[in-house]
Nanobody
Framework: QVQLVESGGGLVQAGGSLRLSCAAS????????MGWFRQAPGKEREFVAA????????YYADSVKGRFTISKDNAKNTVYLQMNSLKPGDTAVYYC???????????????WGQGTQVTVSS
């Protein structure tokens, strides 16, 4: 069973930082590419960042490049999204995602977590 559990969301001021975590099963973490998406109120869900199962490749949306960093902790079967220099426009529900194919996890991943709310105040 593929289970993804996000945590780390919260309320921060503009310019601040936040780190999101996504815990996965050993099987999922070892063979699946992982990613992060977000959805703001009234907006379509959009891609944020992705990392290959090996951790050797990463990909970011232009809107977060240089501010966000995706990484993996193999010992904890956890993927992280470090978010720095946060802007009010980053406010959204952030979803962890997984797929067997790295290219697919950047667009239409097969598995999703429940999401965690990130709110950035002005």
């Amino acid at each position: 069973q593929v289970q993804l559990v996000e945590s780390g969301g919260g309320l921060v001021q503009a310019g601040g930082s936040l780190r999101l975590s996504c815990a996965a099963s050993r099987r999922t973490f070892s063979v699946y590419a992982m990613g992060w998406f977000r959805q703001a109120p009234g907006k379509e869900r959009e891609f944020v960042a992705a990392i290959s199962w090996s951790g050797g490749a990463t990909y970011y949306a232009d809107s977060v490049k240089g501010r966000f960093t995706i990484s993996k902790d193999n010992a904890k079967n956890t993927v992280y999204l470090q978010m720095n220099s946060l802007k009010p426009g980053d406010t959204a529900v952030y979803y962890c995602a997984a797929d067997l194919q790295y290219p697919v996890v950047t667009s239409t991943p097969g598995y999703w977590g429940q999401g965690t709310q990130v709110t950035v105040s002005s």
